[in-house]
C-alpha cells in the first residue's frame, strides 16, 4: 500500500521560512520523479516544484529562487524548502509522485502577519 504522508506547514510570517517534507512507503521512491503541488482557497491545484530521480529541479515561476525542493533517498523523503514566504503562498500543500496516481493528504502552510 502507498502512502505519502506530509508534514511541516503552519503559520509564518510573511518573509518567514518553512521546510515541508513528504514520506514515501509502499513505492520505488528512488526511481520516482516527486511533485509538490498546492492548492489556495477557491482556487485550482498548482504545481509548484518537480524533482527527477536524477536530482533534476524545476519550479513555477512564482516561486523560483524562494523554494528548494530536494529529496533524500535514503530516507524516502522529498523536501521543500520555502524561504521569503509572502501571504500568496497560502494554501494546502501535498507531494505527488510524477504520474499524480498517489497523493498524501496535504499540510497546512499561512503565511500571515
Known amino acids: 500500500q502507498v502512502q505519502l504522508v506530509e508534514s511541516g506547514g503552519g503559520l509564518v510570517q510573511p518573509g518567514g521560512s518553512l521546510r515541508l517534507s513528504c514520506a514515501a512507503s509502499?513505492?520505488?521512491?528512488?526511481?520516482?520523479?516527486m511533485r509538490w503541488y498546492r492548492q489556495a482557497p477557491g482556487k485550482e491545484r498548482e504545481l509548484v516544484a518537480t524533482?527527477?530521480?536524477?536530482?533534476?529541479?524545476g519550479y513555477t515561476n512564482s516561486v523560483k529562487g524562494r523554494f528548494t525542493i530536494s529529496r533524500d533517498n535514503a530516507k524516502n523523503t522529498v523536501y521543500l524548502q520555502m524561504n521569503n514566504l509572502k501571504p500568496e503562498d497560502t494554501a494546502v500543500y501535498y507531494c505527488?509522485?510524477?504520474?499524480?496516481?498517489?497523493w498524501g493528504q496535504g499540510t497546512q502552510v499561512t503565511v500571515s502577519s
Open positions: 509502499g513505492i520505488s521512491f528512488s526511481i520516482n520523479a
Open positions: 505527488s509522485n510524477l504520474a499524480g496516481s498517489y
Open positions: 524533482i527527477t530521480s536524477g536530482g533534476n529541479t
